[in-house]
């Protein structure tokens, strides 16, 4: 059996395990967590609780947790395990590896420092923000990402970038793209950033990426897919400037 209780003000979802999981109680739970994400939107986190972690009674039911963890990892933001089975400590590296939420292990009477865990990294601010400053003769547009981008993040700034661009005389620009506080993109704002580098991409003249990030390679490879002019790597942000500044 699968207790559910979900929390509407804190956005979370507390699992209980008791006894062996059947497929059935992953079906339920489907049907009583779908509605809920569709209320209150991307959860702040998911907390597995449970003394000794449980097993499932048939191969129908495994295939189903699959399925289900499949479905769902990319609506919650944290995953905690609060359990005393090794499996808790073991769950923490391994999930992560193919889930996108971030997950922790507790002890099984740490529940109330998992649901802080969960607090606090549902406080973590996450966003863009844009900037257009003349330097010599040339314009250049900043742009900072901040935290894991979501969908909304660009809803909101593309208005923005539009009327920025559209203030711009100049054919094309430079740009300076601030990831040092960077984390990724949900699945629907990583195709609104490739969308925004199509639209975009011909009218920069320079980008300079700054940042120690594990993206940054994979950034500089798909943004050279929009861009005609150069893209370059800094890890000094004054460095960036400077290169930006060069005729």
């Known amino acids: 059996m699968l207790n559910i209780q979900l929390n509407e003000k804190e956005k979370t979802v507390i ?32 907390i597995i609780y449970t003394d000794s972690f449980p097993n499932w009674d048939s191969f129908s039911a495994l295939l189903r947790h699959l399925k289900f963890i499949k479905n769902h990892h990319e609506k919650v933001n944290s995953v905690a395990f609060v359990t005393n089975s090794i499996i808790g400590k073991i769950s923490e590296h391994i999930t992560a590896h193919f889930i996108k939420a971030e997950v922790k292990h507790f002890k099984f009477n740490q529940l109330e420092e998992a649901k802080k865990w969960i607090a606090k990294r549902s406080l973590i601010r ?4 844009l900037g257009v400053e003349r330097v010599n003769s040339d314009y250049l547009l900043r742009f900072k990402a901040i935290g ?14 539009d009327s920025a661009l559209q203030s711009v005389t100049y054919e094309k620009v430079n740009l300076l793209v601030d990831i040092s506080e960077f984390d990724g993109w949900e699945l629907h704002a990583a195709w ?8 975009y991409g011909k009218k920069f003249n320079k980008l300079a990426i700054y940042g120690e990030n594990a993206l940054v390679e994979y950034g500089i490879k798909i943004t050279s897919w929009f861009m005609t002019g150069e893209v370059k790597e800094f890890k000094d942000i004054n ?3 400077k290169w930006l500044e060069e005729v």
């Open 148 to 161: 894991t981008l979501t969908h909304q993040d660009y809803e909101t700034i593309n208005p923005i970038i």
């Open 239 to 241: 460095d960036a400037y």
């Open 192 to 199: 609104d950033d490739m969308k925004l580098g199509l639209k």
């Open 15 to 46: 699992f209980s395990p008791d006894g062996a999981l059947s497929e059935d109680d992953f079906k339920k739970a489907k049907e009583k967590i779908d509605p809920f994400i569709e209320k209150v939107g991307k959860l702040s986190g998911l």
């Open 126 to 129: 996450h966003g863009l923000s």
